[in-house]
């Protein structure tokens, strides 16, 4: 042993960056990334892996799922100077969503988009809000139709009108019928009107890709 480490200690130190180089090629011609050879090596202690979940294991595209409609809210054209002949909505789902995608479309959230977009599939006509302010992260407010509606985060909106985040009848839907989705809760005049359910959908095969790497 002595006689091997005084001949040849040269293989035995390069033994361990070559093992390190020729997975890290290997990685790279099968798609797979690494930073380098410590980042390989600490995979061996890695017992959690965190990852965006949008647009990574979801296809990005969120669409509506659900509406829970509190109360119906006063027509269109009632008040406020703003009139859509022959196109206010008569069912309260679709008068939830006409305001909240009304306020929403001055929005450049991927969750605004979403709603937008599910109320021009349902042909509700939007009327243009008489006033707008976003606070990233948590609300978008505006004026439609000389109503207040603010949509967001359940803590936001607690604040907005005083009362619990999630009444139980909001949190009992939830948990009924869209366990997994995204809720948006909305607010107008400073009562709770509703929640409206997100959700993305999984990217094909992403399934399988998570049982490996759980493996």
């Given at each position: 042993m002595t006689?091997?480490?005084?001949a040849s200690?040269?293989?035995?130190?390069?033994s361990?960056p070559?093992?390190?180089?020729?997975?890290v090629?290997?990685?790279?011609r099968?798609g797979v990334?690494?930073?380098?050879g410590?980042?390989?090596?600490?995979?061996?202690?890695?017992?959690?892996?965190?990852m965006?979940?949008?647009?990574?294991?979801?296809?990005?595209h969120p669409?509506?799922?659900?509406?829970?409609a509190?109360?119906?809210?006063v027509p269109v054209g009632?008040?406020?100077?703003?009139?859509i002949?022959?196109?206010e909505?008569?069912?309260?789902e679709?008068q939830?969503?006409?305001r909240?995608?009304a306020?929403?479309?001055?929005?450049?959230?991927?969750l605004?988009s979403?709603?937008?977009r599910?109320?021009?599939?349902r042909g509700?006509?939007?009327p243009?809000?008489e006033?707008f302010a976003a606070?990233p992260?948590?609300?978008?407010e505006?004026?439609?139709?000389?109503t207040?509606?603010s949509?967001g985060?359940?803590?936001?909106?607690e604040?907005r009108?005083?009362?619990a985040?999630t009444?139980?009848e909001?949190?009992?839907?939830?948990?009924?019928?869209?366990?997994?989705?995204t809720?948006v809760f909305?607010?107008?005049?400073?009562?709770?009107a509703?929640?409206?359910?997100?959700?993305?959908?999984p990217?094909?095969g992403?399934?399988?890709?998570?049982?490996?790497?759980?493996?």
């Amino acid at each position: 042993m002595t006689l091997l480490v005084v001949a040849s200690p040269c293989a035995l130190v390069i033994s361990i960056p070559i093992t390190m180089v020729s997975a890290v090629a290997n990685g790279a011609r099968n798609g797979v990334l690494f930073k380098g050879g410590a980042a390989l090596d600490a995979l061996a202690r890695v017992r959690a892996v965190a990852m965006d979940k949008t647009g990574t294991i979801t296809v990005g595209h969120p669409e509506l799922v659900g509406i829970l409609a509190l109360t119906a809210p006063v027509p269109v054209g009632a008040e406020g100077g703003v009139v859509i002949a022959d196109s206010e909505p008569t069912s309260t789902e679709d008068q939830l969503l006409m305001r909240v995608a009304a306020v929403e479309s001055f929005s450049e959230h991927h969750l605004a988009s979403a709603l937008v977009r599910a109320a021009v599939a349902r042909g509700l006509e939007l009327p243009l809000p008489e006033e707008f302010a976003a606070f990233p992260g948590k609300v978008v407010e505006g004026r439609v139709a000389g109503t207040r509606v603010s949509v967001g985060r359940g803590d936001w909106t607690e604040e907005r009108v005083g009362g619990a985040p999630t009444p139980e009848e909001e949190a009992d839907w939830l948990r009924s019928t869209h366990p997994s989705a995204t809720p948006v809760f909305v607010a107008v005049d400073g009562e709770h009107a509703g929640v409206l359910a997100l959700a993305d959908h999984p990217r094909p095969g992403v399934r399988d890709t998570l049982a490996l790497l759980r493996r």
